[in-house]
């Protein structure tokens, strides 16, 4: 058996602070340093249900101010020239004041973006309490991108698949919608992205959006991976399933992840 390889990296969290007076602050963000493949991942706020949950926490929220984050960071990323060291240097230098990063810690891993992931979940995402061993489904969007990702991992196509890839130059400069996973076949783009049936509708709209403006400019395929497979009788499930079915989207739960990743090989090799 092979020894498993981990690298060492750091990761500092993105806090919002707005109030100053209060010192009280909401973390919005994880960025991961990995100095042996010198690159630098981050994750943001996503979607309309954490923009809203900064708003209940501090109803004053610079809401505006939160969703241009992610393309201002890709800005800056893009202008460091491959040193993220100096990067983070000059972005705490540079921070305002309501915006702050934490003191840096280091941690070990051998999947950095797994890792981001869970760091994500741990430090960002709203709280999930665990239902009774045995009856537990994911319950958040990360879980089911990390589950997808162990299922990719030991079904040896992970390494063929681009994460968190970025949609503007198929739709509008400055979309910050981003895929989970993309992947190229015989010409055809693919795109596979996590939803939760029970989440927010918006996500499945903004996938159909996508779907709609990239198969515009060029072949694809899009695939939905959802956390349960959709039943019959439940009519939010019908709506996501008829949404995605209009823009020919199909559904991949969680239960066939594993036959759909042997299928995905075969059709990658």
Same mark, same amino acid.
């Given at each position: 058996m092979s020894e498993i390889r981990l690298e060492s990296c750091s990761y500092r969290i993105l806090r919002y602070t707005p109030n100053l007076v209060r010192d009280e602050w909401v973390n919005i963000g994880?960025?991961?340093?990995?100095? +042996?493949?010198?690159? %630098?991942?981050?994750?943001?706020?996503?979607?309309?249900?954490?923009?809203h949950r900064v708003r209940r926490l501090h109803p004053q929220a610079d809401l505006d101010l939160l969703r241009a984050l992610g393309a201002e960071l890709e800005q800056q990323i893009g202008a460091a020239n491959g040193n993220p060291a100096a !990067?983070? /240097?000059? %972005?705490?230098? @540079?921070?305002?004041?309501? %915006? /702050?990063?934490?003191p840096p810690k280091g941690v %070990? @891993?051998?999947? #950095? #973006? #797994?890792?981001?992931?869970?760091?994500?979940?741990d430090h960002v995402e709203a709280p999930r309490y665990r239902r009774a061993a045995g009856t537990e489904r994911p319950q958040t969007r990360t879980e089911v991108r990390l589950r997808a990702r162990h299922v990719f991992r030991r079904a040896g196509i992970l390494h063929r698949l681009t994460a968190n890839v970025s949609v503007e130059e198929y739709t509008e400069p400055g979309d910050p919608f981003r895929i989970d996973f993309a992947y190229r076949r015989d010409g055809t783009q693919g795109f596979l992205h996590s939803l939760l049936l029970t989440g927010d509708p918006g996500r499945a709209?903004?996938? #159909?959006?996508?779907?709609?403006?990239?198969? +515009?400019?060029? +072949? +694809?395929? !899009? !695939?939905a991976i959802t956390e349960v497979e959709p039943e019959v009788s439940d009519l939010r499930h019908q709506f996501f399933r008829r949404l995605l079915a209009a823009q020919v989207i199909d559904i991949v739960p969680l239960t066939q992840l594993e036959p759909f990743a042997e299928q995905l090989r075969a059709k990658l090799s």
């Open positions: 994880v960025l991961l340093h990995e100095p +042996a493949r010198n690159e %630098l991942r981050y994750r943001l706020l996503e979607g309309p249900a954490e923009f !990067f983070l /240097q000059r %972005l705490e230098e @540079t921070l305002s004041n309501v %915006l /702050q990063l934490s %070990l @891993t051998e999947d #950095a #973006a #797994a890792e981001l992931e869970r760091l994500y979940r709209k903004e996938l #159909a959006y996508t779907a709609e403006r990239v198969r +515009a400019k060029r +072949a +694809a395929e !899009f !695939f």
